[in-house]
Structures are given as C-alpha cells and as structure tokens.
C-alpha cells in the first residue's frame, strides 16, 4: 500500500521510518505539485546596445537556481514505542545531511538538505485502526536541481 514508494538514502521511508508523502486534507496532492514544478532558471547573459532596440541573449544553454521544496510527509504506526523509535531514526537522517529522496510516482531521485519544519500536526490515535498518525510539512533545499 504505501510501501515501496519513497525512498531515503535507498531506503523504504514507510518500511523503515513508518513515513510517507501525504495528501492535504483537501484531498489534493501537493507534494507532486511541488516536486514536478520547474525551478527558476538562472538569468540569461544579455547585451544592450544603445544603437539596436532590445537586448540580444544567450540563451543556448539554460541553467536553474537552487529551489525550496516543501513537502507534507505522515507516519503510521502501531504504537508509542515504535512511534519514538521511528521519529528518532526520521529526524537523525534529516540531519545527517544531504538526503537522497526517490519518489516513484515521478520516476525521479532528489538530492536535498533539511532546512525547516514549519508545520506539524501533532501525534494523535486513529478512530478506525487505533494506529498512532503524525502530520509534518517539512523545507527542503535542492542546491542542485535537475530537471
């Protein structure tokens, strides 16, 4: 079901840290958005002549800024325990760096760095399968997008 569709460093997100990219409560799936949607790409060296109207621009080989990515991540699991564990061992490989983030759905491998969370629901018991659920949107930076 959610298994085999994000990866972290090579390594099944919902099988290893119970977490997985999330729908908004709306129903819309933000993440995709996000993570097919171009990055800028760099301005184009131009030259002005004062005695020709416009500009004249090189745009022969175009390059991209580094981007922010937000992206909406839940966990699911069983209990307390396993929800200390798996948070513990989610928030030690946010840290550790750059993160390799494969998402199936776009057939694509991000290189990204933690930068921020500005958003969590906090914990809370499922009605109908008593299973603990958390809610993160967490800020990433792509310093070298590839598109």
């Given at each position: 079901?959610?298994?085999?569709?994000?990866?972290?460093?090579?390594?099944?997100?919902?099988?290893?840290?119970?977490?997985?990219?999330?729908?908004?409560?709306?129903?819309?799936?933000?993440?995709?958005?996000?993570?097919?949607?171009?990055?800028?790409?760099?301005?184009?060296?131009?030259?002005?002549?004062?005695?020709?109207?416009?500009?004249?621009?090189?745009?022969?080989?175009?390059?991209?800024?580094?981007?922010?990515?937000?992206?909406?991540?839940?966990?699911?699991?069983?209990?307390?325990?396993?929800?200390?564990?798996?948070?513990?061992?989610?928030?030690?490989?946010?840290?550790?760096?750059?993160?390799?983030?494969?998402?199936?759905?776009?057939?694509?491998?991000?290189?990204?760095?933690?930068?921020?969370?500005?958003?969590?629901?906090?914990?809370?018991?499922?009605?109908?399968?008593?299973?603990?659920?958390?809610?993160?949107?967490?800020?990433?930076?792509?310093?070298k997008p590839e598109?």
């Amino acid at each position: 079901m959610r298994e085999g569709k994000l990866f972290i460093n090579d390594k099944d997100a919902y099988t290893n840290y119970g977490v997985f990219l999330a729908k908004d409560r709306g129903g819309t799936y933000d993440n995709l958005s996000a993570l097919l949607t171009p990055p800028p790409a760099k301005r184009h060296t131009t030259v002005d002549y004062r005695e020709r109207d416009g500009e004249e621009a090189d745009v022969s080989d175009v390059r991209f800024e580094a981007r922010d990515i937000s992206l909406r991540l839940a966990m699911i699991v069983d209990g307390e325990q396993e929800f200390r564990t798996k948070y513990k061992n989610f928030i030690d490989v946010l840290k550790s760096g750059m993160i390799n983030m494969r998402v199936t759905e776009t057939g694509k491998t991000y290189k990204f760095y933690y930068q921020s969370c500005p958003g969590m629901v906090m914990k809370t018991r499922l009605k109908t399968t008593g299973k603990l659920a958390a809610m993160w949107t967490i800020k990433f930076r792509e310093p070298k997008p590839e598109f």
